[in-house]
T-cell receptor, first 112, second 119 residues
């Protein structure tokens, strides 16, 4: 049982480049989220989805796009990377509104 | 808006001893969930323990227990018989139980406490 899988684990981008962080879960969870973790700031919510075709913004959505075409996948797109997006990104999923979240192993992204 | 505060950036404990990590939160809601997550050097976020605000009984999971004081808005984590594998960053997190504006979809994290375990 793979749980929540994020790829890649590490990535270096140049300013202005675009890329997609992949997130897939095999638990048939309806709820999926993206967080970023910065030193001294804990984790902050970027975007979330409550089911296929339904997404919404979190606390820090600027510079990121998401879509949810299937229950399993929830990719995060950076359209034009900026150094301020250097961070560790976590994808999380959960089954129901009152259950706990399961996290992927994170992607460390560096924008130079 | 809800906030979560962890006032201890770093803590240290001797192996086999007990340590308590502090967490306070601010909310005007009466229904919510509180969590402690562990993040070892592998970066994986692992759920340690969960508490529903409507439950008066403190949650326990093996060597991990919480002291939930709803009126004081305090949610501390006690680790008994500390082991070397307990060394990690620990995050306290809050989530609303009522879905106003998608609030139930948002985990609000504290800034973390880095726990070192001395052999």
């Amino acid at each position: 049982n793979a749980g929540v899988t994020q790829t890649p684990k590490f990535q270096v981008l140049k300013t202005g480049q675009s890329m997609t962080l992949q997130c897939a879960q095999d638990m048939n969870h309806e709820y999926m989220s993206w967080y970023r973790q910065d030193p001294g700031m804990g984790l902050r919510l970027i975007h979330y989805s409550v089911g296929a075709g339904i997404t919404d913004q979190g606390e820090v959505p600027n510079g990121y796009n998401v879509s949810r075409s299937t229950t399993e996948d929830f990719p995060l797109r950076l359209l034009s990377a900026a150094p301020s997006q250097t961070s560790v990104y976590f994808c999380a999923s959960r089954m129901f509104v009152n259950t706990e979240a399961f996290f992927g192993q994170g992607t460390r992204l560096t924008v130079v | 808006a809800q906030t979560v505060t962890q006032s201890q950036p770093e803590m240290s404990v001797q192996e086999a001893e007990t340590v308590t990590l502090s967490c306070t939160y601010d909310t005007s809601e009466s229904d919510y969930y509180l969590f402690w997550y562990k993040q070892p050097p592998s970066r994986q976020m692992i759920l340690v323990i969960r508490q529903e605000a409507y439950k008066q009984q403190n949650a326990t999971e093996n060597r991990f227990s919480v002291n939930f004081q709803k009126a004081a808005k305090s949610f501390s984590l006690k680790i008994s018989d500390s082991q070397l594998g307990d060394a990690a960053m620990y995050f306290c997190a809050y989530r609303s139980a009522k879905n106003y504006g998608g609030a139930t979809n948002k985990l609000i994290f504290g800034t973390g406490t880095l726990l070192a375990v001395q052999p």
